[in-house]
Structures are given as structure tokens and as C-alpha cells.
């Protein structure tokens, strides 16, 4: 595929199975200065021919097509032709197809209901390396991720932490055992291990050796003064290291 350099034309397919369609889009684009329509295509099927023998830079592609539908071609073509770029044009804006459709791998994502800027945007942007969504498609990924974050998915698992289990995974740090920490927080030690059990759980470690690690590698350090180490090997690496 040969590269077109910053001065060139940008480059693009038309593949939707309307001709009122293809013409609309074939004038928007041609009447900008750095784009052109290098050819049109009816179908997947055809659309993945022409780019074969056209090796444009951007294909604007339809979903529900005969033959072969939009979706299925960009799959073929980004195995065939990774660096071609795939703009989705289509009457669906349902958050289904929109996922569907960056999961096939295109790049952009515009409703046929939308205004002529918004394609030429999405060109620039596409060509430029970056993905294009429609404003209504990117504010279903923000409300996704302030939804995650609310829920406490999109957020530190260190941030999740109550005070206590924060406390408890200092002094796990220092080389305290369960039986030492209760008697220094006063708690029995059943309930140090809930809280342990408890912190490992939203930390997403699955044994002692692997909450120390975890502590080691974020700098996590107590206040109470380091456990002493007389003899034999250090406390951390004694005892119940795969108790939770």
C-alpha cells in the first residue's frame, strides 16, 4: 500500500448500496480541497475489490448491505489491509452496533443523519491517526466510564480501601503477623483476618506473599516502629503465607 504524503489528496471508497447515497457523499467530499472519491462500490463484497485495486486511504462504509455487510468487510479488510482507514456511515446509532462496529475495526463512527461537517471531521480526523466518534456515541462511553467509576470499577483498588484495611496492610508490610496486629489495633484476630480477607479480595491478591508484594511495589510502609527479626528467616516469609 503506497503512502500518501501531507500535500496529497486524502483518498476514499464509497461503499453504501444506495446510489442517492454514494452521490450525496461524492459531492460533500469532492468539494473539499484535500479529499477525493477515487471510486464507489455497491456492496462488502465489491468494496473489498476496490480496495484492492484502488488502495484508497479511507473507506466510508454502510452497515446493512446484500452480499456482504459492512461490518464483515472491514473485518476482511483490516486482516488484508491493516492501514486502511474505515469510517462507519450509518442510519443506526444504537450503543449495540456502535460497539460492534469499533470491534470490527473501524476507526469512525458517523450517522447518515448527521451534518456535512461531520463527515469531512471525521475524514480529517481519521487520516490524521485518531478515531472519530459522533457526539452522541462518545457521550454513551462517558456516562460508560462515569458509571464504572461510581461503581468503583474504574477507579485505584488502593482508593477502595477502608482506613482500617489500609492500616492492616502497613503493619502486613512492616512483617507483622495477624496474631501481632490484633494486639497492637486491640481487635481479635479473627477480625484481622476479615479485614485482610476483606482488602486482598478488592486488591485482587490471592494469598499473604502476594498482599507483601503488592505493599513492597506501592511504597506502602506503618508508623508503628519495623517487627524485629532475632533470628531465622524474616517475618515476612514466615508463618502462613498463603493464609488469606
Known amino acids: ?54 488502495q484508497p486511504d479511507i473507506v466510508i462504509m454502510d452497515i446493512t448491505m446484500p452480499n456482504l455487510g459492512g461490518l464483515e468487510a472491514t473485518r476482511v479488510l483490516k486482516k488484508e489491509a491493516p492501514e486502511v482507514k474505515v469510517i462507519v456511515l450509518t442510519i443506526h446509532e444504537s450503543e449495540e452496533m456502535f460497539f460492534r462496529s469499533l470491534e470490527a475495526g473501524a476507526e469512525g463512527y458517523v450517522s447518515k443523519a448527521a451534518p456535512e461537517w461531520e463527515l469531512v471531521a471525521a475524514i480529517n480526523t481519521v487520516r490524521s491517526g485518531h478515531c472519530y466518534l459522533n457526539p452522541t456515541m462518545t457521550k454513551v462511553m462517558v456516562n460508560m466510564y462515569l458509571e464504572k467509576v461510581r461503581r468503583g470499577e474504574g477507579a485505584d483498588p488502593y482508593e477502595t480501601l477502608s482506613e482500617r484495611e489500609r492500616e492492616i496492610l502497613a503493619l502486613v508490610a512492616s512483617g507483622r503477623t495477624s496474631n501481632q496486629i490484633a494486639q497492637m ?3 481479635s484476630e479473627h477480625t484481622v483476618h476479615n479485614h485482610r480477607s476483606r482488602l486482598m ?44
Open 201 to 244: 479480595e478488592k486488591l485482587g491478591v490471592h494469598n499473604r506473599m502476594e498482599l507483601l508484594k503488592y505493599a513492597i511495589n506501592r511504597g506502602i510502609t506503618s508508623d508503628f516502629p519495623a517487627a524485629s527479626t532475632p533470628s531465622g528467616p524474616p517475618p515476612q516469609l514466615a508463618g502462613d503465607l498463603s493464609r488469606p
Open 185 to 187: 489495633l486491640h481487635l
Open 1 to 54: 500500500m503506497t503512502n500518501v504524503t501531507s500535500s496529497a489528496k486524502t483518498r476514499v471508497l464509497l461503499v453504501d448500496d444506495h446510489s442517492l447515497v454514494r452521490t450525496g457523499l461524492r459531492a460533500i467530499i469532492d468539494s473539499e480541497s484535500d479529499m477525493e472519491v477515487v471510486g464507489e462500490a455497491r456492496d462488502g463484497l465489491e468494496g473489498l475489490e476496490k480496495v484492492r485495486e484502488l
